[in-house]
């Protein structure tokens, strides 16, 4: 007798663990060491006796059954070969933030002006010490122009208080209407008047930047971020108002990481569907199809990774930093946790959150790992 | 619900709607019977309808599982009911060619050819191709219009694909008879567009490949593909010269010593009909002086095909036990076949890999392109096919009744708008089609010698070897899941 996983359900094994990922529900399974060798000998064709508990536990969740027969599993998949194929011939640009601007007259703790390493730094409000010419109104309108030619999805409009440059922001806005999937704006809270929040309709959906949730401005289509501090770390759910969504944005001080932060924690996995799975298999699941755009024109992997860049677009047009340095972009895209120090032993892989930003100024390696409690080896969280 | 088994007994099914294979016992078979009623019974009472026949705890796993599947629908995207909500527009279409096309400029630089193979397109077995082998020679005033309007095209695409690569190959008639004109045109390239990085290909039939030719196409970097059907006998019963005589001889001279130069770079072509001897072949293509095989394809058999009028119906019962006995032999030895990979083995590449492509080709889950909702038909301009006369045509295997611009006008975009309608309203049997997320069926397969065929019309009868392939497919997939799972294998197929 053979007991077989569905089509929907992948197996995927760690060093000590396994999980079983059921694409349809987006359920994960953690699996104990003794139940991952279980799975890992019936997925390979290798007969059961039909009694394992286990299994049986398996059939009733729905995850897969027994077969008389050797059985094929065609697992199910998003693309196909051709559509693999094809992947190789096109940039594959999902996301790009613009940094239309860089002026703000707060002085924020959070700000990456004081480089502060911050879990979703690039989702919220920024100015940076950086020298260059800053891009013209009519070059920005430019590159929308090229982003939308790249078959770019999204854009992220961003930088400083953009209430600031509020005249050239919607003259922005306006322009890339239309043009892209979704357009998304980065505001701190404190900047916004009504009369900017009527401006914003139909034209972008706000992330509001805040570090207070209660007073954080309430409507359809905005997302709040919220800054949190070290010393907050512990009741940080104190911080949340009932039936508030908000991103959390962990600032982190001295390197300093509690084990129950989210970002640390279980919570970090994400469960997954079908295209977000097959997505992190093949790209890193947070910078893979990203490129932030200086307000100098630099053209960096994400807003926080100020220390890498692929070329400037002031004078030349995007699409040749891709002519140009394909390959170290696909450095950064291609960083699939499969080549991340710890990751590429552990069964969450391919449906685990990870800001390589962040890990990189804790660690000092693109490819170095702090952020996360679990230790696949031990199949154990701390 | 498409069923299959494999070799072992145990039963499949494709759902095209969904875009999945499942295992598929009687007992699914069964509740989806139940299922399928207007007014489908609750889980209680399909249980205890079928508890007699099936154990309960079966049905019950099966009848939440098929819901559970059904579920996919929400995440992918179901399958248009028709072709209304296509947006072909003359600007969808050229952004789409500025994206997504141009990925090869094909020149045919001469119709003439020192062989009559008895399977060419040209040479009278197909009704509706409507070139003949001629004398007719491109010249270089052509292939220069062709070659700058290409690349005014890439120039023109780079800021919507600035990844994609110029890709030139030469074709025939036997191209090599108008070599001057192929060394003129790299020549040109070369100097003309040399901030751009080509890449050249040529298909041969390797008789007059002698050592010049090659030391050029060598130092140009070319990848060379060979027509070479098999051992002397295999190869000499159809590619024969204009008087008849076996081409065998000489061709091997010229590619054996190519072969060693570059090392094994230059592939062959391998094309086999019913009275071919696939063992004979799989022996021959093991040897390492024998250029190792890119494609194996069957003598094609479009509408309006007579070549197989030839073979008798005793013909074809024995090539059809010959396949039996191939495939039981390949999978006999199928951790050994698939060391030997695709390219020393053409069984491999018939049973193996050929069936992995059917599975690994399906869309799943997605939907398809909103330019073509069905079949596997491109955009024409993904490629550029000239004739000798300046022509452009969707691609080589395409008849050339419907030119979609020349190279004094460049392509006409609202020609190929037509085109495309003209071909969509007649797949008129897709949208009911089982096979619609893996069809790979395109214009050639449905031209007639002014335009199109119905699907509804020429469809009939491919479930058979669709099924075939899944079959194939899953029976591998059984003694050797990895096999069968790795997507790179099938990956390199499309790779050359």
Redesign the interface.
């Given at each position: 007798m053979y007991f077989?996983l569905?089509?929907?359900c992948y197996f995927i094994q760690g060093s000590k663990r396994g999980a079983i990922f059921d694409l349809?529900?987006s359920r994960i399974y953690a699996l104990s060491p003794e139940e991952t060798e279980l799975i890992e000998s019936s997925e390979?064709?290798q007969p059961v006796s039909g009694h394992e508990e286990f299994l049986h536990e398996l059939?009733k969740l729905?995850l897969g059954?027994f077969?008389d027969?050797?059985?094929?599993?065609?697992?199910?998949?998003?693309?196909?070969?051709?559509?693999?194929?094809?992947l190789?011939?096109?940039?594959n640009l999902s996301r790009t933030f613009l940094e239309i601007n860089n002026s703000c007259q707060r002085d924020c703790w959070f700000c990456g002006w004081h480089g502060v390493s911050r879990s979703m730094g690039c989702m919220g409000c920024n100015k940076w010490n950086e020298d260059g010419r800053p891009l013209e109104i009519g070059r920005w309108k430019g590159l929308v122009d090229?982003l939308r030619?790249?078959?770019c999805k999204d854009i992220v409009i961003t930088g400083g208080d953009l209430t600031l440059a509020w005249d050239k922001t919607m003259e922005i806005l306006d322009y890339a209407k239309g043009k892209f999937s979704k357009i998304h704006m980065v505001l701190h809270q404190d900047s916004l008047s009504k009369s900017h929040l009527d401006d914003l309709d139909g034209r972008a959906r706000p992330i509001i930047q805040t570090e207070n949730l209660s007073n954080a401005v309430a409507k359809e289509g905005f997302t709040p971020l919220l800054a949190v501090k070290p010393e907050h770390y512990g009741d940080i759910w104190n911080f949340i108002p009932e039936n508030k969504d908000a991103l959390l944005d962990f600032a982190i001080k001295d390197g300093q990481l509690s084990n129950d932060l989210p970002i640390m924690s279980n919570k970090k996995i994400k469960m997954p569907?079908?295209?977000q799975f097959s997505r992190h298999m093949r790209y890193h699941p947070c910078i893979g199809g990203t490129l932030a755009i200086s307000y100098t024109g630099n053209v960096l992997p994400c807003p926080m990774m100020r220390g890498h860049s692929f070329g400037n677009v002031g004078d030349g047009?995007l699409?040749?930093i891709?002519?140009k340095g394909?390959d170290e972009i696909n450095k950064f895209w291609k960083l699939t946790l499969d080549k991340i120090d710890k990751c590429r032993c552990c069964e969450f892989r391919y449906s685990c959150t990870d800001c390589r930003a962040l890990d990189e100024s804790l660690t000092g390696r693109l490819e170095g790992k702090k952020v996360c409690s679990y230790d696949p080896e031990e199949g154990a969280w701390a | 619900m498409l069923e299959f088994k494999?070799f072992?007994?145990?039963n499949?099914a494709w759902d095209d709607e969904v875009?999945?294979?499942?295992?598929f016992?009687p007992t699914i078979k069964a509740v989806l019977r139940e299922l399928s009623d207007t007014n489908p019974p609750l889980k209680g009472e399909v249980i205890e309808k079928l508890s007699g026949a099936f154990k309960e705890?079966?049905i019950a796993?099966y009848y939440?599982?098929i819901q559970?599947?059904k579920?996919?629908m929400l995440?992918?995207g179901a399958l248009p009911e028709d072709n209304s909500d296509v947006d072909l527009s003359v600007s969808n279409i050229k952004t789409h060619l500025l994206?997504?096309g141009l990925?090869q400029l094909t020149l045919s630089v001469t119709e003439d050819c020192n062989f009559k193979c008895k399977y060419c397109i040209y040479h009278g077995n197909y009704e509706y191709s409507n070139r003949a082998n001629s004398r007719n020679y491109m010249n270089f005033a052509i292939a220069k219009k062709a070659i700058d309007y290409y690349f005014s095209l890439l120039e023109e695409g780079?800021?919507?694909?600035?990844?994609?690569k110029p890709n030139i190959s030469f074709y025939g008639g036997e191209p090599l008879l108008n070599f001057d004109l192929i060394k003129k045109c790299v020549e040109y390239m070369d100097n003309a567009y040399n901030t751009f990085e080509k890449h050249y290909n040529l298909t041969t039939n390797g008789s007059i490949l002698d050592d010049d030719k090659a030391d050029w196409l060598i130092k140009n970097g070319f990848s060379i593909m060979v027509s070479l059907d098999g051992p002397e006998d295999e190869h000499d019963r159809n590619r024969v010269y204009r008087n008849g005589k076996g081409t065998f001889k000489d061709v091997m001279k010229n590619i054996t010593k190519l072969n060693s130069r570059m090392n094994r770079k230059v592939t062959s072509i391998s094309i086999f009909d019913c009275k071919c001897d696939l063992f004979k072949r799989e022996e021959f293509f093991s040897r390492p002086e024998i250029p190792p095989l890119n494609f194996l394809n069957q003598v094609s058999d479009v509408p309006g095909c007579n070549y197989y009028d030839q073979f008798s119906e005793d013909d074809f019962l024995a090539f059809a036990e010959q396949i039996k006995k191939a495939k039981v032999h390949y999978l006999e030895d199928i951790h050994n076949q698939r060391q030997k990979g695709r390219k020393t083995s053409v069984l491999n590449h018939l049973f193996g890999l050929g069936s992995l492509?059917a599975?690994?080709?399906?869309?799943?889950?997605?939907p398809p392109s909103p330019l073509m909702p069905f079949t596997g038909a491109c955009i024409p301009g993904m490629k550029l096919f000239v004739d000798v006369k300046g022509n452009y045509h969707v691609c080589e295997r395409v008849n050339e009744t419907n030119p979609l611009g020349n190279v004094d006008e460049g392509l006409d975009f609202m020609k190929i708008r037509e085109f495309v309608l003209d071909y969509l309203r007649h797949m008129d049997g897709c949208s009911s089609c089982k096979f619609r997320r893996s069809c790979s069926k395109c214009y050639s397969y449905f031209m007639n010698g002014t335009g199109f065929l119905y699907s509804s019309e020429v469809c009939k009868g491919i479930e058979t070897p669709m099924l075939d392939d899944f079959s194939m497919a899953?029976t591998i997939?059984?003694?050797d899941?990895s096999y069968?799972?790795n997507?790179a294998d099938?990956?390199l197929?499309?790779?050359e």
């Open positions: 077989r569905n089509p929907e349809i529900d390979k064709n059939k729905r059954t077969y027969n050797r059985t094929y599993m065609y697992k199910v998949r998003v693309i196909n070969s051709s559509m693999e194929e094809e190789k011939f096109q940039t090229e030619d790249l078959d569907g079908i295209y047009e699409y040749t891709f002519e394909l | 494999s072992a007994g145990n499949y875009g999945l294979f499942i295992p016992p705890e079966d796993f939440d599982w559970k599947w579920r996919t995440q992918g994206r997504h990925k780079r800021r919507y694909n600035p990844i994609r492509r599975v690994h080709e399906i869309s799943p889950i997605l899953f997939g059984e003694m899941s069968v799972d997507i099938v990956k197929l499309q790779d």
